[in-house]
């Protein structure tokens, strides 16, 4: 099912994406839609979930050797 959706855009951005897309031979809300599903095709699964400090820390432990024992030796030396 189609619905209706209202951008409110740059005139001059508005000109530019009409032309490209008589250039194209598609119409401008085919070229939008293209355009979402090809923000929602591609993003990063990152993305997705969790704050930026989240996602910065993503794979930092990847390969490490760490277990319950060695996060409480850890707590242990800490806060000694």
Do not use: C, W
Not at 53 to 72: I, M
């Amino acid at each position: 099912m189609q619905t209706k959706l209202t951008l409110r855009l740059d005139e001059k951005l508005i000109r530019e994406a009409k032309v490209y897309a008589a250039e194209a031979e598609v119409s401008l809300s085919q070229l939008v839609a293209n355009y979402f599903r090809l923000l929602m095709n591609g993003r990063p699964a990152a993305r997705k979930t969790g704050a930026p400090v989240t996602r910065s820390l993503r794979g930092v432990l990847k390969g490490a050797q760490v277990d319950e024992q060695a996060y409480l030796r850890h707590l242990e030396a800490k806060y000694r």
